[in-house]
């Protein structure tokens, strides 16, 4: 029940009854921790429910002081469509296709974009026209895909993706070709099988979200000369040219690319780290298994799919959507086994957390005479037999990091776990900022305790290179038909995730940075291109960025699937003081 609003002095009415909503959550939180009501009562007094008023307060704690703020609400017009909405009227009266009055306001003063010319029509109670057969000249350049033919003298066009071909020499150099042809990837009469890997990688690379949406740049002349085609193939013929491919062309293609990344020195091969990621789908009636998934915080129908990265250079090495429930813990074996395959040796290290495999896995992972270090899931009773040690039964020590908890406890003892025999290393950290102690579990019985923790912090770096997957290569991207292979789209991450390391490698002051940065400022410029007997130039249009692209070390290469043609880059020149 509400308590009764005490009687205020003239003007009090203003506090009383407070009418914008900052200050009524300004009174309604001064009732509750000044006047002492509950927060039932505070929230009928002011209008809000008891659980609103129990958040605001959590919010007031943890740091929110910004009660007296309005919160501006955003536009609640966009003056780009209102600008052109006669305009957008008129045309569609003439019959105008939605493309076609996008295609008429682009060069006026109230260009739109085809998303807006749509909601107006919309709003405008406008119904969609009917279906039309393409144009005779549009039927005429969407002719069948087949192989560029070269021209006998220079052949210059314009190009929207010119800075995707500075990623040429990255796959040259990572040997795509060997990669596509030691993995048995198949071809057409009209299309080899390097082209399809080169389409699908252009696709991937200049962050097209989904492959059904190639038909808007497939005529594109930069894409076109990166695959060694005419056009790219059209959304139905690489969905279905994903779906030859099996785990098996994977695997290899993976173990060969991974080869060529030692040579290059973006993989070092020693310790790896290990992580399930979760692919969600939106669509309905499929045939998936549920997983958790994190960002959604619920386990529901996705693909389950494994990375392996390299614990030195931080690359995605591995990668495998083929997993399921059953076989999820075998995962770090077939991993291990992968890269025995590629080097010629197992792994010297293998980091992952609790949920990677169980502890028959652990045990296998030992028999084969690997070295792991993972994390073991609490429960109530280690974590009290923990908390009651003596003081005197942990140890300091001091960790190579920055921050705040660099001098952690640890406590170590040997210990047996479920389905593994062997007794492992467990080493109890406290002092890391958690509530309980972390439990780190190993069969390296050599290292110090220091060593081993600051090496199983590094793991969480494969979740920030996931996540730059997710936003640089669409990783999470799957229509709900999923007319794409995803296994093969997670291997082509990989490649793609390399050759974007490569090129960043190259240019100054970018070593670290993320690929869609190395996308935005770089890979996204126009140009043109210019097709010759000998050789393929590519002009780079000016941008803020071009200084350190004239700064950067960029090759000329012969490219293989250009039949042994050059590439040649030319940089627009600095502007003279």
Request: charged share 25%; glycine share 8%; net charge positive.
């Amino acid at each position: 029940m509400a308590s009764a609003i005490r009687p205020y002095r003239m003007g009090g009415e203003f506090f009383a009854s407070p009418e914008g909503a900052a200050q009524r959550r300004y009174e309604a939180l001064r009732a509750y921790f000044v006047e002492g009501l509950s927060a039932a009562q505070a929230g009928a007094r002011f209008g809000y429910t008891e659980a609103t008023v129990a958040a605001m307060a959590r919010d007031f704690r943890s740091g929110d002081r910004d009660f007296f703020v309005e919160r501006r609400p955003g536009p609640r017009v966009a003056p780009a469509k209102a600008a052109a909405r006669d305009a957008v009227v008129a045309l569609r009266a003439q019959g105008r296709s939605i493309d076609e009055i996008t295609a008429a306001l682009a060069g006026g003063a109230t260009p739109l974009n085809r998303t807006g010319v749509w909601e107006i029509c919309r709003d405008e109670g406008l119904e969609r026209l009917a279906t039309r057969a393409p144009a005779p000249a549009l039927r005429e350049r969407q002719a069948r895909t087949r192989a560029i033919t070269w021209p006998d003298r220079p052949v210059t066009e314009e190009t929207s993706y010119a800075g995707l071909l500075l990623l040429v020499p990255a796959l040259v150099d990572l040997d795509l070709p060997g990669a596509v042809a030691a993995a048995g990837w198949p071809g057409t009469r009209e299309v080899a099988a390097l082209a399809s890997a080169l389409s699908l990688l252009a696709l991937k690379m200049i962050g097209q979200r989904r492959v059904s949406h190639v038909d808007d740049v497939a005529l594109d002349a930069g894409l076109g000369t990166f695959a060694a085609l005419g056009s790219l193939p059209k959304a139905t013929a690489l969905g279905t040219y994903s779906y030859r491919l099996s785990r098996d062309h994977g695997r290899r293609f993976l173990a060969a690319l991974g080869a060529s990344a030692r040579r290059t020195g973006q993989v070092q091969g020693q310790s790896f780290d290990l992580d399930f990621h979760a692919i969600m789908h939106f669509g309905e009636d499929v045939a998936l298994e549920k997983h958790y998934v994190p960002r959604r915080s619920q386990r529901t129908e996705s693909v389950l799919s494994f990375f392996a990265q390299d614990g030195g250079t931080h690359n995605l090495v591995y990668a495998n959507a083929a997993c399921t429930k059953a076989g999820q813990s075998g995962e770090a074996l077939a991993f291990a086994r992968h890269w025995r395959q590629v080097s010629g040796a197992y792994p010297e290290l293998l980091v992952f957390d609790s949920k990677v495999t169980t502890g028959a896995g652990l045990a296998a992972l030992d028999a084969e005479g690997i070295t792991f270090l993972t994390l073991r899931a609490r429960n109530a009773k280690l974590t009290a037999t923990l908390e009651a040690l003596p003081s005197d039964a942990w140890t300091t020590i001091t960790l190579d990091r920055r921050g705040p908890y660099t001098r952690p406890q640890v406590h170590e003892a040997t210990v047996t776990v479920r389905g593994c025999p062997k007794a492992l290393r467990q080493i109890a950290v406290r002092g890391l900022g958690h509530d309980h102690p972390t439990l780190v579990l190993t069969n390296n019985t050599t290292d110090k305790a220091a060593r081993l923790v600051d090496r199983y912090a590094k793991r969480m770096t494969i979740e920030q290179r996931l996540e730059e997957s997710i936003r640089s290569f669409h990783l999470d991207a799957l229509s709900s038909a999923v007319a794409l292979n995803v296994d093969l789209d997670t291997t082509l991450t990989i490649a793609a995730q390399l050759a974007y390391d490569w090129l960043r490698r190259r240019l100054p002051g970018y070593e670290t940075a993320t690929p869609d940065t190395i996308w935005r400022r770089f890979v996204s410029t126009k140009g043109s291109v210019t097709l010759g007997p000998g050789e393929v130039v590519v002009r780079l249009g000016e941008r803020t960025y071009s200084p350190v692209l004239r700064a950067a070390n960029l090759p000329t290469v012969s490219v293989p699937w250009w039949d042994g043609r050059r590439l040649r880059f030319e940089l627009p020149p600095g502007k003279r003081k």
